[in-house]
């Protein structure tokens, strides 16, 4: 796998002597990872259900790793939402947010429902969970995946940050922003990133995510407020 030289160049000069572990990792065929929702079973209930080898996910006590023959995704259990396909790094997101039951949540990016999932399934679906895609053409998808895992207590909604922030102000518990990035997690996964990725769509993406931050930090409520408490 090449790397974009100017990627290189850009991460020694940045990390230093760390940067060789990181180019090394990035060179490293996908992990394929599973979480599952506790709506539904545990992870020990899945384990009965299904003969796998499964390597759990340090940082996600609902996550394991995938053996590369297994096919989860073809799996009656897949359909059913027992369990949602998620790269490994991507489940530290939603740990790291960290809802807890009973509070107003916001996922600002929310299509196709990886990191709404997870956070339906932190809160234990007690509270609400808003989950926002500006694409419309990606809505349908996040409905289904929402459906499937079980949320009840979720609305979706399709509108810029901007006008979420003006029409509700300051009044969510917790805003989850993934925002638009130059794509150096997918090199791993897809020649076309690798090949599209320069340094004129980093500081592109940069002003991107600062104007999201931004006006992100106006929708979340300064007093924590757990409004949905039993």
Request: glycine share 6%; with cysteine; net charge negative.
């Amino acid at each position: 796998m090449n790397l974009p030289d100017q990627f290189i160049t850009r991460m020694q000069a940045l990390l230093g002597s760390e940067a060789e572990a990181l180019l090394a990792a990035l060179n490293q065929p996908p992990l394929t990872g599973l979480r599952v929702n506790p709506l539904k079973l545990s992870s020990d209930q899945l384990s009965v259900l299904v003969n796998w080898s499964l390597e759990p996910v340090p940082w996600c006590p609902a996550g394991f790793i995938v053996p590369e023959n297994l096919q989860p995704g073809k799996h009656p259990y897949h359909a059913a939402g027992l369990y949602y396909l998620q790269e490994p790094s991507a489940m530290a997101v939603a740990e790291a947010l960290a809802p807890a039951p009973g509070e107003l949540v916001l996922d600002l990016a929310a299509a196709p429902g990886g990191k709404a999932t997870h956070l339906a399934a932190l809160t234990g679906d007690r509270g609400l969970l808003v989950a926002n895609e500006l694409e419309r053409s990606r809505t349908a998808a996040l409905a289904s995946n929402l459906e499937r895992w079980g949320v009840r207590n979720a609305l979706i909604t399709n509108a810029s940050v901007e006008r979420l922030a003006e029409r509700w102000g300051a009044c969510f518990d917790r805003v989850l922003v993934d925002a638009p990035c130059s794509g150096e997690g997918m090199f791993r996964k897809s020649d076309a990133a690798r090949q599209e990725w320069s340094a004129k769509t980093v500081q592109g993406c940069s002003v991107r995510q600062q104007r999201l931050l931004a006006t992100a930090a106006d929708l979340v409520d300064p007093i924590f407020d757990n409004r949905f408490a039993e």
